[in-house]
């Protein structure tokens, strides 16, 4: 009886190793999802939320905010973080957002997660800038928004149920505990 928990323990191990594998793939994706740009007004919008909604829908929530963070810090930084420390406040944001769409796209409302990925990623996630620069730089950033928000999740939504084929495997789809 000890051999069978032994091994048993040991094929948790395995599994967690592989998912942990599988997040550091999803946070390093942002550095090339950083590399396409979709010119804006104030610097450019990029494809960094993108590997995070994968994440969000085949990892779960945490997994997926942890991309979502990790990957808009990874972003700014290559673009030379043109909004200084800022970009905490909308890595966290994005966080925020990617674990809700998680949250619903696990409950199978797939379409009102990406629906409110776009609308919070585009209108809700800039308002603090109101307050913090104005809001000719909020309006200014909305159709940027808009636009890279749609792409990035129109991309996850196409990818997601191609992709799920991989995580089809024994214990893949239980959620990454962060």
Do not use: C
Not at 21 to 33: R, T
Not at 116 to 123: A, D, K, M, Y
């Amino acid at each position: 009886m000890f051999a069978v928990q032994r091994y048993s323990g040991m094929a948790n191990v395995k599994m967690k190793s592989r998912k942990l594998s599988w997040l550091a793939l999803f946070i390093a994706l942002p550095a090339v999802g950083a590399s396409i740009k979709v010119p804006a007004i104030v610097g450019s919008v990029a494809f960094d939320a993108f590997p995070a909604l994968l994440a969000g829908a085949m990892l779960g929530g945490g997994a997926g905010a942890t991309v979502g963070l990790l990957g808009h810090l990874l972003s700014a930084l290559l673009s030379g973080f043109p909004l200084g420390p800022l970009h905490i406040l909308i890595g966290l944001e994005m966080g925020a957002l990617v674990y809700m769409f998680a949250a619903l796209f696990k409950n199978n409302h797939k379409m009102s997660a990406g629906i409110l990925f776009i609308l919070g990623n585009s209108f809700a996630a800039p308002l603090p800038f109101i307050f913090l620069m104005d809001m000719g730089f909020y309006l200014a950033m909305v159709p940027s928004l808009i636009v890279g928000s749609m792409f990035n999740t129109v991309l996850a939504l196409i990818a997601i149920p191609r992709l799920t084929a991989v995580f089809k495997q024994k214990n893949m789809n239980r959620e990454v505990k962060m």
